[in-house]
T-cell receptor, first 114, second 106 residues
């Protein structure tokens, strides 16, 4: 247990569906992150939030929409996804937005888009 | 951008064997971390090691920042060590290598 939880753990959705991924951290951290891990590719950083404010958006398509209502919760809203969006989506948190801080990862949501 | 290369890409070990995983990076960095992703996908931070050597049980890591590489040593491997090992460097933001997939067989 790393103190970061993600739900659901598995998700299958059609290209016309709308779904949301949820991340919650119990570590009192101020920074939260969404990563995408596709097969045989390095982890890709998608979004970064610091004190609920988005600080980075690494050229992520608009069909992915993040939301951070407070420092403990992070959502990733999904709509009209493509099959190539199938991947493991990992949430992480760190004490501060300093990349020297250790990032703690959740177990991930394995997403399959049909 | 910075390149992070890990080797070997795949490794199969007999239980009890030792191994060394390598991470090379193409530019100066302030931070390097090693992660273990277990077969269920969860990513666990192992070491934050921008330079020097650290040890944690059967695992140890060494980073030689001036020569732009880091090594992860696993001694007396166990089946629970199986998974993918990533190194990640701080280059605003963290940049991950492709990982080394380790399988430890009994």
């Amino acid at each position: 247990e790393t103190g970061v939880t993600q739900t659901p753990r598995h998700l299958v959705m059609g290209m016309t569906n709308k779904k949301s991924l949820k991340c919650e951290q119990h570590l009192g951290h101020n920074a939260m992150y969404w990563y995408k891990q596709s097969a045989k590719k390095p982890l890709e950083l998608m979004f970064v939030y610091n004190f609920k404010e988005q600080t980075e958006n690494n050229s992520v398509p608009s069909r992915f929409s993040p939301e951070c209502p407070n420092s403990s919760h992070l959502f990733l809203h999904l709509h009209t996804l493509q099959p190539e969006d199938s991947a493991l989506y990992l949430c992480a948190s760190s004490r501060d937005l300093d990349y020297q801080e250790t990032q703690y990862f959740g177990p991930g949501t394995r997403l399959l888009v049909l | 951008g910075i390149q992070v290369e890990q080797s070997p890409p795949d490794l199969i070990l007999q239980e009890g064997a030792n191994s060394t995983l390598r991470c090379n990076f193409s530019d100066s960095v302030n931070n390097l971390q090693w992660f273990h992703q277990n077969p269920w996908g969860q990513l666990i931070n192992l070491f934050y090691i921008p330079s020097g050597t650290k040890q944690n049980g059967r695992l140890s890591a060494t980073t030689v920042a001036t020569e732009r590489y880091s090594l992860l040593y696993i001694s007396s491997s166990q089946t629970t060590d199986s998974g993918v090992y990533f190194c990640a460097v701080e280059y605003t933001p963290l940049v991950f290598g492709k990982g080394t997939r380790l399988s430890v067989i009994a």
